[in-house]
């Protein structure tokens, strides 16, 4: 059975920083691209990071470039997700997401989302 | 959002109910485009993927389709389960990112 388990989310305060893993399971995990997507309280959603599998292409959206950084490790079956500079706009639920091959926006498993609060 | 949804749309059971995704030539027009059920208070789950493919266990009564820049996610047969929000996304080369539209509420009157 596909599992995505995420962890690492809490309350922050601005300007802190936090570290966000997703711990895989049930299938070969170095296949697979992975993202990040979060959901504001109330709001829709919202892509986040993109990591290819042999980590060599990764893709931001702008409003966390330079800020933000996705990685991965597969040899622990695990994504990241180092959050830096936080703000209360990056308030969310963070969901680790599995990419099909055929699609980027294509995402057939998902987590079941890590709160992330900023706030003093 | 670049992809453009219906904030809302509702329909009585058995009814059929569509929702569209309006989007320009660097995504949906270019780029396949993916659907999402999310429950109340449930992660999303892939409906439709590469524009009108079902994952497995995904009803026959979820169809999508696409025309130029626009694409459209069909259900038939409306049950009362159905309510929840809708999502559409797609890649964009211009962005080099995933967008998702802003969600479409179904109510099943």
């Known amino acids: 059975e596909v599992q995505l388990v995420e962890s690492g989310g809490g309350l922050v305060q601005p300007g802190g920083s936090l570290r966000l893993s997703c711990t895989a399971s049930?299938?070969?995990?170095?296949?697979?691209?992975f993202n990040w997507v979060r959901q504001a309280p109330g709001k829709g959603l919202e892509w986040v990071a993109h990591?290819?599998?042999?980590?060599?292409?990764?893709y931001y959206i702008d409003s966390v470039k330079g800020r933000f950084t996705i990685s991965r490790s597969n040899s622990k079956n695990s994504l990241y997700l180092q959050m830096n500079s936080l703000s209360a706009e990056d308030t969310a639920v963070y969901y680790c997401v599995r990419a099909l091959s055929c699609c980027y926006a294509g995402f057939d498993f998902w987590g079941l989302g890590t709160l992330v609060t900023v706030s003093s | 959002s670049v992809l453009t949804q219906p904030p809302s749309t509702s329909g009585t059971p058995g009814q059929r109910v569509t929702i569209s995704c309006s989007g320009s030539?660097?995504?949906?027009?270019?780029?396949?485009v993916n659907w999402y059920q999310q429950l109340p208070g449930t992660a999303p789950k892939l409906l439709i993927y590469?524009?009108?493919e079902r994952p497995s266990g995904v009803p026959d009564r979820f169809s999508g389709s696409k025309s130029g820049a626009s694409a459209s996610l069909a259900i038939s047969g409306l049950q009362s389960e159905d309510e929840a929000d809708y999502y559409c996304a797609a890649w964009d080369d211009s962005l080099k990112g995933v967008l998702f539209g802003g969600g479409t509420k179904l109510t099943v009157l």
């Open positions: 590469s524009d009108d």
């Open positions: 030539s660097s995504n949906i027009g270019s780029k396949s």
């Open positions: 049930g299938f070969t995990f170095n296949n697979y691209e």
């Open positions: 990591i290819s599998t042999d980590y060599s292409t990764r």
